[in-house]
């Protein structure tokens, strides 16, 4: 994969990065699952220099993550569409909502993130590497 390129559902936003992607995952945490009104967030970790945008200028909500770190949400001020998130605990990255990438083929996360917020009725992948809650630092 050479380049990332999607958008938000109106298509006011637009974004693209020329960087592999650094983490593919699933997050399972509670703020995830409101955001995105399903049980899971599938996110792309992509390196933040990396990422640059186009059209309407994201609307931003900071967070707090259950960890107690800083979150902030970037979404479509138009559509409402969640784009990106940047998360105090993994510094030097953006995490792109995969449902706005204009090519999914290629996905299949890695990661599944905080388990313990998992919905009972969510089958994890066997192969995937799991955590209760973050990544360990570093």
Known sequence: MSRIEGGCLCGAVRYRSGAEPVATAVCHCKHCQRQSGSAF???????????????TALAAFD??????????RRFCPRCGS???SEVEATPGLSWIKAGTLDD???LKPALHLWCDSAQPWVA?????????RNMPAG
Do not use: H
């Open 63 to 72: 967070d707090r993550g259950a960890s107690g770190g800083a979150v902030r």
């Open 82 to 84: 969640p784009i990106v």
């Open 104 to 106: 999914i083929s290629w």
């Open 41 to 55: 967030s599938i996110i792309v970790g992509v390196p933040a220099a990396s990422l640059e945008f186009s059209g």
């Open 124 to 132: 994890l992948d066997p192969a995937a590497t799991k955590f209760a």
